[in-house]
């Protein structure tokens, strides 16, 4: 939806799918630039130039206007093509949320009145990203908010939801660092939670949840496409029990959106580890790898955490506060590292996941400094300059590139 001829694009793609035959609602984005662009207006002339967030109830009408735009624009360009359409505004459906504005959550939505007008077969044009407090007054689900308002109607409508992106899918791991890297044809909604929660921008991870929750399939498409998708078309987010593939290892994902802080000389008692993690949980810092280890002292450990690379100074500077009420000897931060993940499903019923990882890299040469794990995913710390060629040799290891 970034210019007017892509509206107008989006338009024939509309009008296509109708004329196959379906009833429709779209969710529209705002247009290239223009969020940013009103984030930048309300910064400036709102609370965020007092020094407080920006994130009260007119702060909200403000941002969300882009998407208001972009829905009465598509809805008039469908008119002009002889189409029956209308936008239906978060208000009016009602797309009902909490009072968080800013980064509000759906509560609910009484899909009757915007079913009905489906089925009478208007086409329905509903602007992403907004919804509407219980008092009335309009809310924003944060950014990326359009892809949860979208999986949210379907599950309202009790239908599917395509999602036109900037990709035709998702794919085994970046192509831009592993030319070999596929499309899957589908994919279980906790392998693209995973994939997501690692930096992966094909959707929102609220919006997986959505999905996931309320059994919404979910299919990613390109926006490129000027004709309605074919079947095998993109990539189908679905349930586990679907995915008949049975696939081991799904894809490789790679952030680099880390940094490892390390405690040395922790003293060796069962309270410490519920202080530090108390202070980082009080200052809303986020806490994924942790390895506990001995210490040349006696007595002692060393603990290694890591943190969003944005949080990295934050966690540093609490942790040097805390160090001497905890007793611990020093601090180290680390922001030359990123994560690695290979991420399946079939790692719950297969042995021999980690040891392919482990292998892979040992054979490389590639160093690991923090693992974690959960039923479907395994990831490893490594230095940044080590990233991309670690997830070619792990690509290859599972065969990823196979058809």
Not at 200 to 207: C, F, G, I, L, P
Not at 311 to 326: F, T, W
Not at 384 to 399: D, I
Request: proline residues 4%.
């Amino acid at each position: 939806m970034a210019t007017p001829e892509r509206i107008r694009r989006a338009a024939d793609l509309i009008a296509a799918e109708a004329e196959a035959g379906k009833k429709l609602a779209v969710i529209v984005s705002a247009m290239a630039g223009k969020t940013n662009e009103l984030v930048a207006w309300a910064d400036v002339l709102g609370s965020a130039a007092q020094g407080a967030p920006p994130s009260d109830d007119e702060y909200d009408v403000v941002v969300s206007s882009g998407e208001q735009v972009t829905a009465g624009l598509l809805a008039i360009t469908l008119r002009n093509m002889g189409l029956r359409a209308r936008s239906w505004l978060g208000w009016q459906i009602p797309i009902l949320t909490d009072d968080r504005h800013g980064r509000a959550r759906i509560v609910d939505i009484p899909g009757e009145r915007l079913g009905a007008a489906i089925d009478t077969g208007e086409i329905a044009i509903v602007p992403g990203f907004q919804g509407v407090t219980h008092d009335g007054r309009l809310s924003t689900l944060g950014r990326g908010g359009s892809d949860t308002s979208a999986v949210a109607i379907a599950a309202a409508l009790t239908a599917p939801c395509d999602i036109y992106t900037d990709v035709d899918g998702v794919y085994t791991t970046d192509p831009r660092i592993e030319p070999k890297a596929r499309r899957l044809p589908r994919i279980a909604y906790e392998e693209m939670l995973e994939f997501a929660s690692m930096g992966a921008k094909v959707m929102q991870s609220r919006s997986i949840e959505l999905a996931m929750a309320y059994k919404v399939p979910v299919r990613v498409l390109s926006s490129f496409n000027e004709k309605p998708p074919e079947p095998g078309q993109g990539t189908l987010i679905c349930d586990e029990e679907t995915d008949v593939e049975q696939r081991i290892v799904s894809g490789v994902a790679l952030s680099r959106d880390e940094a490892k802080v390390t405690l040395l000389g922790v003293p060796d008692r069962g309270d410490v580890p519920a202080e530090i993690f108390s202070r980082l949980a009080d200052a809303n810092l986020n806490v994924d790898m942790i390895i506990q280890s001995p210490a040349m002292t006696a007595g002692a450990t060393n603990m290694l955490f890591t943190v969003g690379r944005r949080d990295a100074a934050a966690a540093e500077k609490l942790m040097r506060e805390a160090q001497a009420g905890i007793g611990f000897q020093d601090v180290r931060l680390d922001t030359d590292v990123v994560k690695v993940s290979v991420i399946g499903v079939g790692m719950r019923s297969h042995a021999g996941v980690a040891q392919t990882m482990f292998q892979a890299l040992a054979d490389k040469g590639i160093a690991i400094q923090a693992i974690a794990t959960s039923e479907i995913k395994i990831s490893v710390l490594v230095e940044t300059a080590r990233g991309e060629e670690a997830v070619r040799a792990l690509h290859a290891a599972y065969g990823l590139e196979a058809a």
